[in-house]
């Protein structure tokens, strides 16, 4: 029981780039863009992932559901089970549960679903947290939740909320490829000599992915508008869906082109 | 590649399509014993008390069957990480004959069993059951052997692995509560029968007058099933064989003692995703085999996990208070079975060696775990004795960076937010809704303690051996120690102590700079040898032959040894291999040929006049080979046709070389460069780097100091 499958880089040409790059002392906008190179067949793999491409959905329900008066009520006719008077952790487990049952079935889930769920909690407790009160986090009132949902209908928040969103949806797709291999380069006389060292080049891994992520925030916030308008108010799935290609494929090349705007 | 199984069970008969049946399994428990053929036996409950066992319950037990031999028989996906592991979930159809239809047809129990299994394994299932056809008895394959009086009737039925935290809970049950318990064991190997044994009969020298009773159950299988190693669905089947026993003893109860972390069993890193970590005991996963087993039995069934809120060091410590701590020295964690051997019973390596380890340091109780059991000590040994270096050290690393990481967390949000799959078991807890998330949080930071603790102590410990380096560099120690040696690969300069340009080998690898920019690495590839020469005579125009030669000749340098190179004259420039070999034939052979062809065309036309077919057919023989030596020798308008161009060779080889490390490299990381390179390089037999700026370069190789 507790087992954990632990899993290798492919031995294809360009993984084996990537892992003599580590090896030998890139940085890690050389890294990621190479890794980026090396994952071209797995991104367009999961292009139709619906893991992915719900929780995209779900993040503009945050949207749509500030937009009425009732934004818990509208969360949960759109399949997020949220008590009357929740918290942000209930929030979270609601959002995650939606999640898990609309894709439980389906034949086109992959691990791009599961990477979509964790940044999708993040960025609503990394969105959510700072507008309510330390002391009633575990015990919030309905209002505060309300006030709070409310706010993602604003253009700006939203593009915030999908800047979180897709912040860390990068760096844990990036760090699904490289988490294989990082560590097997720890000990001394090795890329890494020591845990500390990992762990710097991982918290420049988050920022440089969090840099990158910055281009779809201010495109969030527009799209969102602007489908709102266009659709009155209820933006379809196949909006959603191409939405959800156009980030992924965004931030995809400004990590490719990420390495090179660092050099100059 | 298709992910749907369909796995044919018992005397079921679907009518599948010939393209499914490539994906078909046929499975059965009764009947012949054939490749087939599924195994089942409960050892060693008293006859007397058994009763009949209702329908759903042999049907569940029939399912459960299934779904394991399935799980192990059905590989998933090898090549998971190009398809984002889509192949890592199967998606199974089983046709199943049970005895109770209309339970089994309704949506309740469909829609209970299927979201179980789908979030215990991460498959997805899909059940078509019929009518059973030959209803076989039921003791005729659940063999019982009745050798032992059951000492009291017990209250409910306990799963008992044989680790630590199932000796815990025996402890907790048998001394310290004084219940009558029926531990339930499943037995993974023979091996572990002595072992196995030894527990019981400790466990029943501190139990006087509260025995346990104890059954162990055994499914195999023939070898040639086991190709999937993973297991996820074994608790599945571990408790439906439990609430079997239960349901013949009459209970209503089913109990997993294991603790918390691993129950919860977050990832330790970003690429294990869903079911990579197993949901054995996991909350969602419990309540699922509670809600199934109430179905099935028609009345309320409790499955539960008492150490839920404990670390494994908390549940040692129990064992230790309860006077029972010699029983740790034979519980077994380690899941590497195949490496257990009378000497060592612990691999080491594995996820379980390590937390158990650290559970028993952190509670003070290695003189109960002897350091002897282990292959390797976790601590101080290198991970290269294992056959799975690179994946043994990634796991201790990041067991140690998840205890970092939380000590480092300051609130149950924060948590959350590092850990959102810990939203999937809240709803399951059995705690108020707002003290789940905090509760969680506090025993992950309980065991980030103890793990923290653990490795203050043994840094302490072994603080000579660090400092003198005489720990193996990879040890565990060793890594977690900020020693600030010097590492032979990444010596690093700053950014302002580089000259603006740079482009220099750098251990295997090279380190380049343009105009100030960023450093990056270009990997080691001939062309960027080949580059560097050229960048290293700036204006000058070297010959391809003496670069390609030079780089071979340092490339042989690089490899092998320098001396060998020399002697075998590999530096030369003049390498009798890279001149050209001249013409095929000379002019003159060439004329002879064609003066010797004339005259065997006029022996032809002869022979022709005087009907002499044999002899025109040997002499077009004979000049036929002559033409085929003309031929291969001249070419167009009579020029001599040369041997391969060896010069044009290199030359075609060098350009190549150098463009590819421009276009797949260079680029991509500085484009500047990659324009400035092919603006001011040319190529031809004597390539020329002549930069306009007068640019200066630092060509010298890294050396560590």
Same mark, same amino acid.
């Given at each position: 029981m507790g087992h954990t499958r632990l899993g290798a880089l492919p031995r294809t040409r360009a993984w084996r780039d990537v892992v003599q790059l580590i090896a030998a002392g890139a940085d890690t906008a050389q890294v990621a863009e190479a890794t980026i190179r090396a994952a071209e067949k797995s991104f367009s793999f999961v292009q139709d992932d619906c893991g992915y491409n719900h929780a995209v959905w779900l993040l503009t329900q945050l949207g749509l559901a500030g937009r009425s008066s009732d934004p818990v009520g509208y969360l949960r006719e759109h399949g997020v089970n949220i008590p009357e008077n929740s918290s942000i952790t209930e929030v979270v487990v609601g959002l995650s549960e939606a999640l898990d049952n609309a894709t439980y079935q389906e034949i086109t889930r992959s691990d791009l679903g599961d990477l979509a769920q964790r940044a999708l909690c993040d960025a609503v407790v990394t969105r959510m947290e700072p507008k309510l009160q330390q002391q009633s986090l575990f015990d919030t009132r309905a209002d505060d939740i309300k006030a709070a949902l409310s706010d993602f209908s604003k253009e700006k928040e939203f593009a915030h909320l999908s800047r979180e969103f897709y912040s860390r949806l990068t760096c844990e797709s990036m760090n699904y490829f490289l988490s294989r291999t990082l560590a097997t380069h720890l000990g001394d006389g090795q890329r890494f000599a020591t845990m500390n060292q990992m762990a710097e080049f991982d918290n420049a891994l988050e920022t440089h992915c969090r840099e990158a992520s910055k281009i779809v925030e201010q495109y969030s916030g527009e799209w969102f508008s602007l489908h709102v308008y266009q659709e009155h108010g209820a933006i379809s799935r196949d909006s959603v869906q191409g939405f959800a290609s156009w980030a992924l494929k965004k931030i995809n090349d400004e990590l490719r082109v990420g390495a090179n705007a660092n050099g100059h | 590649m298709d992910i749907d199984r369909y796995i044919i069970c018992g005397d079921s008969l679907p009518q599948l399509s010939t393209e499914c049946e490539s994906n078909t399994t046929r499975l059965h428990i009764y009947g012949s014993d054939d490749d087939c053929k599924l195994n089942l036996r409960i050892d060693e409950i008293q006859k007397r008390l058994y009763k009949e066992v209702p329908a759903r319950f042999r049907d569940l037990l029939d399912i459960a069957t299934y779904v394991f031999a399935a799980d192990q028989t059905n590989p998933r996906g090898a090549r998971d990480v190009e398809s984002f592991g889509s192949f890592w979930r199967r998606r199974f159809h089983f046709f199943i004959s049970v005895r109770d239809l209309e339970f089994w047809r309704s949506a309740e129990t469909q829609k209970v069993l299927c979201e179980t299994l789908s979030f215990l394994s991460d498959d997805h299932y899909d059940f078509i059951f019929s009518e059973i056809k030959h209803q076989s008895s039921f003791q005729t394959f659940l063999n019982f052997t009745d050798d032992e009086v059951r000492r009291n009737l017990p209250e409910r039925v306990v799963m008992f692995s044989g680790g630590v935290d199932s000796v815990g809970g025996a402890v907790e049950e048998v001394v310290n509560q004084k219940n009558p318990v029926l531990l339930v064991n499943h037995r993974a190997t023979q091996k572990l029968d002595i072992r196995y044994e030894k527990l019981r009969r400790l466990l029943n020298t501190k139990a006087t007058n509260n025995l346990p009773s104890h059954v162990r159950v055994t499914v195999n299988k023939k070898k040639s099933m086991n190709r999937e190693y993973t297991q996820r669905s074994r608790s599945f089947l571990f408790v439906t064989l439990g609430a079997t026993i239960a349901e013949m003893l009459g209970l209503s109860h089913v109990r997993f003692y294991e603790n918390g972390v691993i129950s919860l069993n977050l990832p330790i890193c970003a690429h294990v995703v869903g079911g990579n970590a197993t949901r054995t005991t996991h909350p969602r996963v419990i309540h699922g085999f509670q809600s199934l087993l109430t179905l099935v039995s028609g009345k309320p069934f409790c499955v539960d996990n008492p150490f839920h809120w404990n670390t494994k060091g908390e549940i040692a410590k129990l064992i230790s208070r309860a006077e029972c701590a010699d029983l740790i020295a034979d519980s077994i964690s380690c899941t590497h079975t195949w490496e257990i051997s009378n000497q060592h019973s612990h691999c080491g390596y594995c996820s379980q060696c390590i937390d158990r380890r650290f559970a028993i340091l952190a509670a003070g109780l290695e003189n109960h775990d002897p350091l002897e059991q282990y292959r390797m000590d976790i601590f101080t040994e290198s991970r290269s004795k294992s056959e799975h270096i690179n994946e043994d050290k990634t796991l201790f690393a990041n067991y140690l960076e998840r205890a970092n990481q939380v000590d480092l967390i300051d609130g149950p949000l924060q948590f959350l937010k590092k850990f959102p799959e810990v939203a999937r078991a809240l709803p399951y807890l059995d705690e108020s809704v707002g003290a789940r998330l905090p509760r969680c949080f506090d025993m992950y930071k309980k065991h980030s303690g103890e793990v923290n603790r653990v490795i203050d102590k043994m840094l302490a410990e072994h603080g000579r051996a660090i400092r003198q380096r005489s720990? =193996? =560099?990879?040890s565990m120690l060793r890594i977690v120690y900020e020693s600030r040696l010097p590492c032979t690969v990444s010596a690093k300069l700053g950014k302002e102590d580089l000259p603006e340009n740079v482009f220099r080998r750098k251990g295997e690898a090279w380190q380049v700079r343009f105009q100030g920019g960023k450093e990056f690495i270009v990997l080691g590839h001939k062309g960027v040898g080949y580059i560097h020469q050229l960048l290293s005579r700036p204006g000058e125009a070297i010959s391809a032959v003496e670069i390609v030669c030079g780089s071979a000749a340092e490339y042989c340098n690089y490899l092998i040894v320098a001396r060998t190179a020399i002697e075998d004259g @590999?530096?030369?420039?003049?390498? =009798? @291999?890279?001149?050209t070999l001249g013409a095929i034939s000379d002019k003159q052979a060439i004329d002879q040929y064609r003066d010797e062809a004339e005259r065997l065309l006029g022996e032809i036309d002869r022979a022709r006049a005087d009907n002499n077919e044999v002899l025109v057919r040997e002499l077009q023989v004979e000049i036929q080979a002559f033409l085929s030596t003309i031929h291969t020798s001249v070419g167009i308008g009579g020029r001599l046709k040369q041997s391969g161009d060896k010069q044009k060779n290199i030359r075609d080889s060098f350009r190549s070389a150098v463009k590819r490390v421009i276009d797949n490299q260079i680029k991509h990381a500085d484009s500047s460069l990659a324009e400035h390179l092919t603006k001011y390089t040319t190529f031809g037999n004597h390539p020329k780097y002549q930069p306009l700026d007068g640019i200066s370069w630092e060509l010298s190789a890294v050396v560590n100091e």
């Open positions: - | 720990l =193996p =560099p990879d @590999l530096t030369s420039k003049h390498n =009798p @291999l890279l001149d």
